[in-house]
């Protein structure tokens, strides 16, 4: 498995970025099983609403290579790729290159955030207190990206217990407020 993201190529040039890249799928070619995540695709390929601005060069080699098959057919290798600009991936044809194209829905409900919160806390009526308070403030759902990192920094924070103003605090620095 490999992770491939924008954060692993801060400060690489266009040329190393894609030989790096095309690395990574030639060794996913030499294993029966394998997975690579494109992470963030619109700032891998370094796209800019301004202007509008993105590397050809590494959205091309990103075509070819999520197109291209293993050469062995007995290998296997599982393509997974995210980003949150579907409609721009659509223009720059990506979407077309995977078989299938899913969305994340926001959390909306209060236990659909309960859930989440449940996997990293024993603390039922922190889960709940948080959760209900969460979907209130969240009208138009809250991102599960956001509500991962929100319960990450709160953790870091408060030493790996799921406190209540910790938690909203991570949320709030998250979300702008």
């Known amino acids: 498995m490999k992770l491939i993201t924008p954060e692993s190529y801060v400060g690489v040039s266009e040329y190393h970025k894609i030989q790096s890249i095309v690395k990574i799928f030639e060794d996913a070619y030499k294993s029966n099983l394998s997975l690579i995540i494109l992470d963030d695709i619109e700032r891998l390929i370094e796209f800019i609403h301004i202007g509008p601005r993105?590397?050809?060069?590494i959205l091309q080699a990103l075509?070819?290579?999520?197109?291209?098959?293993?050469?062995n057919l007995n290998r296997k290798l599982m393509i997974i790729g995210t980003t949150s600009m579907k409609s721009i991936m659509q223009e720059m044809d990506l979407v077309d290159c995977f078989n299938a194209c899913l969305q994340v829905p926001t959390l909306k409900e209060s236990s659909e955030i309960e859930v989440v919160l449940s996997q990293f806390s024993n603390d039922q009526q922190m889960v709940k207190k948080i959760s209900d308070f969460t979907a209130s403030r969240t009208l138009e759902g809250?991102?599960?990206?956001?509500?991962?990192?929100?319960?990450?920094?709160?953790?870091?924070?408060?030493?790996?217990?799921?406190?209540?103003?910790?938690?909203?605090?991570?949320?709030?620095?998250i979300s702008g407020n």
């Open 54 to 57: 993105f590397s050809n060069p």
């Open 63 to 71: 075509l070819v290579l999520i197109k291209k098959c293993p050469p």
């Open 142 to 173: 809250l991102p599960i990206k956001n509500l991962m990192l929100a319960l990450e920094l709160s953790l870091q924070k408060s030493n790996g217990t799921l406190e209540f103003s910790q938690f909203i605090e991570s949320l709030d620095s």
